[in-house]
């Protein structure tokens, strides 16, 4: 035996078993202040408490009606003190006894609820093996019965589970006071637990009138603006408005009578301030269009209704409901939002975590609205952001999914609407091809685009309406993007085309050239661009000196115009592509469109060097002026000009436009 495996058997027999210590002060002060970053969590978190205290009681009184206490509505109540700078809920709930205070509000990160949830699983366990003694008759009636499954009573549906939710008080509060009272027991048990998130806390027995829990948050200074009445109803409203149970709040007492110095006292009414009901998760059947429109409104802000909806349940490895809207009108800056944080509002059991879970949506939907309501989504400990795994993957490609299915639908049976969606949202959608290439053939067969075959100049065409009217030996989808739709229409590259009575696709969105280069081929058919490559319709390409065009002899003017324009382009050739036009611009393949390069180098980015061709009309009267132009100066001017024009034509810019100006004005006046 070596000296080391000796050495460390030994160490074995000789070690002790120590727990980790922990400095409970700093650690509850770094949970209070690092947690969380965002104050007003803390309501939302006390709500849900509140929310599973419910639940627990309404779970266990199935099996014990008494301990409902006679009271038949189980709700929340929330008081807020100007004066005394108090907020105080309370719940009519579970409630807990002394052992159990100490157990999940004594001990950090200790959750009650993940407590109950565990001894429900092992109680359901217990019970599917008694289910197995069951008799026929037994059978029978669960069939009679059914198997829905009732979310009243689901313990599945409670929502804490790190036990940490409660310290949020102390984010704003300096001291805390917890009254409760367990369901089932007498007045004489209550317990009040108090602390001002020191690392101490203080327990002592009371009496308490009625079962529940009721927690009273002395508010810090820094933090008075919580004991508005107004403030505290719009984060119910925003973050707890589809809490299963109704959230009550004292009205405002009414004014004063002419005459009156105070108001008569009367008791406080209270009313519900949030809608207690979660429209997502009702069936479909039950739900009219009306309350789809009106809930749209509610989460979106929106005046207008929507163009469409789907609502969908999952239920399996995974359980969530998604209900994804398609708005009928988009923001004014709707193309500069790439960066802001939009799309679909993110509940777990009903309980709002984040306003835009930009996890679940890609860009390119970002128009989408809606909700996703998930039973079983990793949160991180603070419930404010959404952990990446394979679940939120799943989702996340469901989404994407359903939205496009939803498109698909509306652009097979409701082409209006569809079109209205096209001009509000098409750009946006046209990312998807850069950006989801696995999704990229059924995003391609919603696009639509206007086209030189497209008489009313509206973006109605799709790419099988174009293929549809392809020639018989045509094998390319032609297409030309530009800086506007003008620009697009008088391109000089479409000179050839138009001739030949070939069908161009036009594309003036800033977002066409970014995204058909990456956009090769729709069904079989390469998509080319008319302002790339070379492009001859002549029968003279296919004839058998074409493999020594190459040792041709070069034309002398286009030699000579290569010579002035070499610091511009790459040569300068002879053109197929140009009827009516003197010159244009070519790039090669892979190159971007010149007005493209030129906003990316206005927005700072650092473009490569790049020249284009320059092609020339040889027939055209100008070229066929040059070839007896004798003078150097006067052929010059002449050369830099059809570069200048070609330039201009493709959405370029100049870089000296005063030399063109006077450029133009010395070939006027000496024209003249």
């Known amino acids: 035996m070596s000296e080391t495996i000796k050495n460390e058997k030994q160490a074995e027999k000789q070690a002790e078993k120590h727990e980790f210590q922990a400095e409970v002060r700093e650690v509850l002060n770094l949970m209070i202040h690092s947690l969380y970053s965002n104050r007003e969590i803390f309501l939302r978190e006390l709500i849900s408490n509140s929310s599973d205290a419910c639940d627990k009681l309404r779970f266990k009184a199935l099996s014990n009606a008494d301990l409902m206490g006679g009271d038949a509505e189980l709700r929340i109540q929330i008081e807020t003190d100007d004066e005394a700078g108090t907020v105080t809920i309370r719940d009519n709930g579970i409630g807990m006894t002394r052992d159990e205070v100490v157990e999940n509000i004594g001990t950090i990160a200790r959750s009650g609820t993940r407590k109950f949830m565990e001894s429900m699983a092992a109680d359901k366990d217990k019970k599917a093996k008694d289910k197995k003694a069951k008799d026929q008759k037994g059978k029978d009636q669960k069939g009679k019965n059914g198997n829905k499954k009732d979310k009243g009573t689901d313990a599945s549906n409670l929502i804490g589970q790190f036990g940490v939710g409660f310290y949020s008080s102390f984010i704003v509060a300096d001291n805390v006071t917890l009254r409760t009272r367990a369901a089932g027991s007498d007045a004489a048990q209550g317990v009040q637990w108090e602390s001002d998130g020191a690392g101490e806390y203080t327990l002592a027995q009371i009496e308490l009138p009625s079962q529940g829990t009721e927690i009273v948050l002395h508010l810090r200074e820094d933090a008075k603006e919580f004991a508005s009445s107004w403030k505290v109803r719009s984060l119910v409203?925003?973050?707890?408005?589809?809490?299963?149970?109704?959230?009550?709040?004292?009205?405002?007492?009414?004014?004063?009578?002419?005459?009156?110095?105070?108001?008569?006292?009367?008791?406080?009414?209270?009313?519900?301030?949030?809608?207690?009901?979660?429209?997502?998760?009702?069936?479909?059947?039950?739900?009219?269009?009306?309350?789809?429109?009106?809930?749209?409104?509610?989460?979106?802000?929106?005046?207008?209704?929507?163009?469409?909806?789907?609502?969908?349940?999952v239920e399996g490895s995974q359980n969530y409901t998604s209900l994804l809207y398609i708005p009928s009108k988009a923001p004014y800056d709707m193309m500069m939002q790439r960066d802001e944080r939009q799309g679909l509002r993110l509940y777990v059991h009903r309980v709002f975590i984040m306003d835009a879970a930009e996890q679940l949506l890609p860009q390119y939907l970002r128009f989408m609205r809606g909700v996703i309501d998930s039973d079983d989504l990793p949160l991180n400990v603070s419930r404010e952001l959404l952990q990446e795994n394979e679940l939120v993957s799943k989702i996340r490609s469901a989404v994407v999914r359903r939205s496009l299915d939803l498109l698909e639908r509306m652009a097979d049976k409701e082409q209006e609407k569809y079109?209205?969606?096209?001009?509000?949202?098409?750009?946006?959608?046209?990312?998807?091809?850069?950006?989801?290439?696995?999704?990229?053939?059924?995003?391609?067969?919603?696009?639509?685009?206007?086209?030189?075959?497209?008489?009313?100049k509206e973006q109605r065409v799709t790419l099988e309406d174009y293929v549809s009217r392809m020639k018989e030996d045509q094998e390319e989808i032609w297409y030309v993007t530009a800086e506007n739709r003008k620009a697009a229409e008088n391109s000089p590259h479409l000179e050839i085309f138009r001739k030949n009575g070939i069908e161009v696709l036009l594309m003036s969105d800033r977002v066409d050239e970014w995204a058909m280069g990456y956009f090769n081929e729709f069904e079989g058919k390469k998509m080319r661009s008319i302002a790339k490559g070379d492009v001859d319709f002549s029968d003279k390409k296919d004839d058998k000196d074409g493999e020594d065009k190459k040792d041709e002899p070069k034309d002398p003017m286009l030699e000579r115009l290569s010579a002035v324009l070499a610091a511009d382009v790459s040569e300068v050739r002879a053109s197929h592509r140009l009827v009516d036009s003197a010159s244009c611009l070519v790039l090669n393949e892979q190159e971007m469109a010149l007005h493209l390069r030129r906003m990316l180098e206005q927005a700072g980015q650092e473009m490569p060097d790049s020249k284009p061709s320059l092609e020339v009309n040889m027939e055209h009267p100008l070229l066929k002026k040059l070839v007896d132009m004798e003078s150097d100066d006067d052929f010059g001017e002449w050369a830099h000009l059809l570069y200048e024009q070609a330039l201009l034509s493709e959405g370029g810019q100049l870089e000296d436009p005063a030399a063109f100006v006077q450029r133009m004005n010395r070939l006027m006046m000496h024209t003249a």
């Open 237 to 313: 409203q925003k973050y707890s408005d589809h809490i299963g149970f109704p959230i009550y709040m004292q009205k405002a007492p009414p004014a004063p009578e002419e005459g009156e110095e105070e108001a008569v006292a009367t008791e406080p009414e209270w009313e519900a301030v949030n809608q207690s009901s979660a429209l997502w998760t009702l069936q479909k059947s039950e739900i009219s269009s009306e309350d789809y429109q009106s809930f749209y409104k509610h989460i979106s802000h929106d005046f207008e209704d929507p163009l469409a909806w789907t609502h969908n349940r």
């Open 419 to 456: 079109n209205q969606f096209w001009d509000q949202f098409g750009q946006a959608l046209k990312e998807g091809l850069v950006e989801d290439m696995g999704n990229s053939g059924k995003i391609a067969k919603l696009l639509r685009f206007s086209s030189t075959g497209d008489a009313a």
